[in-house]
T-cell receptor, first 117, second 115 residues
Framework: GAVVSQHPSRVICKSGTSVKIECRSL??????MFWYRQFPKQSLMLMAT?????????EQGVEKDKFLINHASLTLSTLTVTSAHPEDSSFYIC?????????????FGQGTRLTVV | QKEVEQDPGPLSVPEGAIVSLNCTYS??????FMWYRQYSRKGPELLMY????GNKEDGRFTAQVDKSSKYISLFIRDSQPSDSATYLC???????????????FGQGTILTVHP
């Protein structure tokens, strides 16, 4: 099956610093990738849709200046949490649908656990 | 009211039991229905994927969709301790619409299968 790789799997950073998370589709191309956030024992909440070659689309309530998304190629999207604060600590997960299968399931990365101290 | 409702459990069953997990939804635009399994601190893993109403079986797993009732189910037969995880239902509309690719998840049900 299709593989989505996310890096790093875990990161601890100091309050006020920025953290970049990478999401790569390893064996397929994706014009669109999705970034989710998951708090402990809660479901995944869509943060934004990452579009290759254009601006990301953010869900209501998500600060676009705080969560910078760049989709530089058909296999890579990055999420940068800028000026991170302890309340940004969460599990961030990306997903992607293969280009050739527009109506099929999404494949998820392994997730990144961010802890801001 | 949430678009997708799922009983968070937790659900604890003995090994070998049949497990029934359910979700209800309110958005009639949802047409693709998925069940994901998520182990602790890992990304969701796709278990079942169905389109429209009906049943789909894959090994010990059976997914059911009843669009008229806006109700989906996942059955696990002969449950094993390795099935212990959080099960998330997810759904979305057609790729051509604004809901393309955006999954709406249920809260997830924590399942424990004890030996």
């Amino acid at each position: 099956g299709a593989v989505v790789s996310q890096h790093p799997s875990r990161v601890i950073c100091k309050s006020g610093t920025s953290v970049k998370i990478e999401c790569r589709s390893l064996d397929f191309q994706a014009t669109t990738m999705f970034w989710y956030r998951q708090f402990p024992k809660q479901s995944l909440m869509l943060m934004a849709t990452s579009n290759e070659g254009s601006k990301a689309t953010y869900e209501q309530g998500v600060e676009k200046d705080k969560f910078l998304i760049n989709h530089a190629s058909l296999t890579l999207s990055t999420l940068t949490v800028t000026s991170a604060h302890p309340e940004d600590s969460s599990f961030y997960i990306c997903s992607a649908n293969p280009l050739r299968h527009m109506n099929t399931e999404a494949f998820f990365g392994q997730g990144t656990r961010l802890t801001v101290v | 009211q949430k678009e997708v409702e799922q009983d968070p459990g937790p659900l604890s069953v003995p090994e070998g039991a049949i497990v029934s997990l359910n979700c209800t939804y309110s958005n009639s635009a949802f047409q693709y229905f998925m069940w994901y399994r998520q182990y602790s601190r890992k990304g969701p893993e796709l278990l079942m994927y169905t389109y429209s109403s009906g049943n789909k079986e894959d090994g010990r797993f059976t997914a059911q969709v009843d669009k008229s009732s806006k109700y989906i189910s996942l059955f696990i037969r002969d449950s094993q301790p390795s099935d212990s995880a959080t099960y998330l239902c997810a759904m979305r509309g057609n790729a051509g619409g604004t809901s393309y690719g955006k999954l709406t998840f249920g809260q997830g049900t924590i399942l424990t299968v004890h030996p």
